[in-house]
T-cell receptor
Framework: EDKVVQSPLSLVVHEGDTVTLNCSYEVTNFRSLLWYKQEKKAPTFLFMLTSSGIEKKSGRLSSILDKKELFSILNITATQTGDSAVYLCAAVLGGSQGNLIFGKGTKLSVKP | DVKVTQSSRYLVKRTGEKVFLECVQDMDHENMFWYRQDPGLGLRLIYFSYDVKMKEKGDIPEGYSVSREKKERFSLILESASTNQTSMYLC?????????????FGPGTRLTVL
């Protein structure tokens, strides 16, 4: 059975801390991995990772994929209260539909 | 800018009612998806469609049906709403290009079934 597991399920940090969110996957016909940030509305896209070992960066956020060990991490440095959200990762399966398997998400709370 | 819109942000229905949730995308995307999101369960795929009049069951299709008569529009139908269908419903769309699988999400419809 295809599955995506995120850890931790929730995390509380203080502003300025650095956090690492984990996403492991076991899926057939893996194509790529997506990270989303969800606040009180629909998820917004952060990163798409297809190749192993290549870090993607966007400001204070970065992510990397390890296709051998079947996991990805999302790093956030110098966290701010605006980073508080649920972070979702999803494995994209091959095939014409590009179906996604989502993890349950990591709820990040950043305290002032 | 890709836009995915959903017909209602909030909806309250009674048990047994027939419910229609509409989703429209303006990017000529081939693929469209309906998810529901519940606390602690993450996003779960209900149905997806890869072309007009084509549909595939997702992980939790029971109690739902879908309709895709036009490329830009994908409807989710609850034939007889039940309280366990109270949830946030998210529609998404993506292009057919296999090298670019990003899904664009609508704002969501929070459905309450009383």
């Amino acid at each position: 059975e295809d599955k995506v597991v995120q850890s931790p399920l929730s995390l509380v940090v203080h502003e300025g801390d650095t956090v690492t969110l984990n996403c492991s996957y076991e899926v057939t016909n893996f194509r790529s991995l997506l990270w989303y940030k969800q606040e009180k509305k629909a998820p917004t896209f952060l990163f798409m990772l297809t190749s192993s070992g290549i870090e993607k960066k966007s400001g204070r956020l970065s992510s990397i994929l390890d296709k051998k060990e079947l996991f990805s991490i999302l790093n956030i440095t110098a966290t701010q209260t605006g980073d508080s959200a649920v972070y979702l990762c999803a494995a994209v399966l091959g095939g014409s539909q590009g179906n996604l398997i989502f993890g349950k998400g990591t709820k990040l709370s950043v305290k002032p | 800018d890709v836009k995915v819109t959903q017909s209602s942000r909030y909806l309250v229905k009674r048990t047994g009612e027939k419910v229609f949730l509409e989703c429209v995308q303006d990017m000529d995307h081939e693929n469209m998806f309906w998810y529901r999101q519940d606390p602690g369960l993450g996003l779960r795929l209900i149905y997806f469609s890869y072309d007009v009049k084509m549909k595939e069951k997702g992980d939790i299709p029971e109690g739902y049906s879908v309709s895709r008569e036009k490329k830009e529009r994908f409807s989710l139908i609850l034939e007889s709403a039940s309280t366990n269908q109270t949830s946030m419903y998210l529609c998404a769309s993506s292009g057919a290009d296999l090298s670019y699988n990003e899904q664009f999400f609508g704002p969501g419809t929070r459905l309450t079934v009383l």
